[in-house]
């Protein structure tokens, strides 16, 4: 099998864009700026979405769900929200089409106009704030935990698959507590939770810090994040959680009872990670060869390759793989028994290494004779042969060792691309080759904005474990207390 695909050293974002689409993760759609998510891919997904919400749930959050449109006049309750995603927002106006007038078409129905136009939710706290005001009376009805599996449709106008598209789905979960040091304690619970998963799971090592004003999220009083590092220096927000204070309650008057007998405003969070962490588990990991899958997430872990030139061989060869497959479903493992007859072994192989299914077994009949499989990994490209007694035991040993290369590779090449400077001239070379920079800066969005003007890069995020350092801004010279991470990004 020819993949294909162009070089990581050769075009970064065609790599990317070659990849998603010939490892059958992801179409464009015919629908401007949307994609299409196809079963490869949406395999994926579903063993994040399986392995997040069973997180949420052991945190004490449950699932609900909340319509898909809200009226334009909530959405505009809370300023700082409705400036934040105006420019984003679809409208639907009207509700009905009918035949054009000169036969050749359909026209949107002008008697059919709404009476209040209708938002196609970009993010959700709006219509449940709203909802949250019949649901909230007394302290008794509090802390409330919710998490939302949807879609959300944000007017993206230049697009990438995963990474940005005009629809995409996520979860969004909505809290509200009687007090503002139980709604940080949440926040900062979620983040950490996002950044376990991360780690754990997506084998992404992340850095987690507070955005700055100018980078939080619209209605927030700070917004918390994880920051990865991807293979071409480029940064990736691969989640968020936010502390909204009192506002939304505020914009919706939800108050409840308190132990005291007063009424008091509801206080709040949300926090969200989206479809963004397939682009980040594809670009942080893959090589050349197509996809490489942490096999915590991987859909497919194991594929078994038979080697033979007659139909009989491969019943000969069956009668060793099924029994083997059995057994290592057994353990727990996904399996996949590659008996084609239309392709060569060697085109299986490109393909499967293509998906990045984690193990490989080939078999032929000379490891009948033997009592041998080769086994080979899809992390280091390396193969090995082992006695088919022992095959199961070294896929079971293989998998974990792989979850942690996987990990620790990623991890040494953010380490590699991290930098720390004191001057403006070299923290433009150094933006140019790419990766984390920490460096001063005099707390001002006015230099913060500049910065980003001058050099396209924003602070990702001041880090939490950021010490206290005396130090000069890199641009103004004025004093700074910590360093902040600076990088460009997606």
């Known amino acids: 099998m020819s993949k294909g695909i162009t070089s990581r050293a050769e075009n970064y974002s065609q790599w990317y864009n070659e990849l998603v689409v010939k490892a059958d993760l992801a179409d464009n759609s015919a629908v401007r700026g949307c994609m299409v998510i196809k079963p490869y891919g949406y395999a994926i997904w579903e063993k994040m979405q399986a392995q997040l919400d069973k997180m949420f749930k052991e945190t004490g959050h449950v699932n609900a769900y909340f319509p898909l449109f809200i ?30 007038p000169d036969g050749k078409g359909i026209v949107v129905d002008g008697d059919a106009k709404l009476e209040e136009e209708l938002i196609v939710r970009p993010t959700s706290e709006t219509i449940i704030w709203n909802t949250y005001k019949d649901w909230i009376h007394s302290y008794r009805d509090l802390p409330l935990l919710i998490n939302q599996w949807a879609n959300v449709v944000r007017w993206e106008m230049r697009t990438r698959l995963f990474l940005r598209t005009a629809e995409f789905l996520w979860q969004e979960g909505h809290t509200a507590h009687a007090t503002k040091e139980e709604a940080l304690e949440e926040t900062a619970k979620m983040i950490n939770v996002y950044a376990e998963f991360a780690e754990k799971f997506m084998a992404v090592p992340v850095i987690k810090g507070v955005k700055t004003p100018n980078e939080r999220f619209a209605g927030a009083l700070d917004t918390y994040c994880i920051e990865a590092l991807m293979q071409d220096g480029k940064a990736l927000q691969a989640g968020t959680s936010h502390f909204l204070g009192q506002n939304f309650a505020k914009a919706f008057d939800v108050k409840f009872a308190t132990r005291e007998g007063t009424l008091d405003y509801v206080w709040a969070t949300s926090w969200g990670v989206s479809t963004r962490l397939m682009g980040a588990l594809i670009m942080a990991h893959s090589d050349d060869n197509g996809l490489v899958l942490p096999p915590k997430l991987a859909p497919v872990h194991v594929v078994i390759v038979p080697i033979y030139q007659k139909p009989e061989q491969l019943d000969l060869l069956s009668e060793k793989i099924l029994p083997l497959k059995r057994e290592l479903e057994a353990k727990g493992w996904t399996v996949k028994f590659d008996d084609r007859d239309t392709v060569k072994p060697g085109f299986k192989f490109a393909e499967h290494e293509l ?18 499989v080769e086994i080979a990994r899809r992390d280091t490209l390396t193969k090995e042969v082992y006695p088919i007694a022992e095959a199961v035991d070294v896929v079971t040993r ?36 790419g990766g984390f920079i920490l460096a001063h800066w005099d707390g001002t969005p006015e230099t913060e904005d500049r910065i980003k003007d001058e050099t396209k890069a924003t602070i990702r995020c001041i880090p939490f474990d950021a010490p206290e350092e005396a130090g000069k801004c890199i641009l103004t010279g004025k004093p700074s207390s910590r360093r902040v991470l600076f990088a460009r990004a997606y």
């Open 355 to 372: 998906k990045g299914i984690p193990v490989r077994i080939a078999i032929g009949p000379r490891d009948v004779e033997n009592g041998t």
């Open 71 to 100: 009226p334009k006049s909530f959405f505009s309750r809370e300023a700082n929200h409705v400036e934040g995603f105006a420019k984003e927002c679809a409208v639907v106006t009207h509700y009905r089409l009918k035949n054009s």
């Open 398 to 433: 293989l998998m974990d060792d792989i979850q942690e290369n996987i990990y620790r590779k990623a991890l040494d090449f953010r380490k590699a691309n991290s930098f720390q400077t004191d001057s403006y001239a070299e923290f433009k070379e150094i933006l140019d080759r």
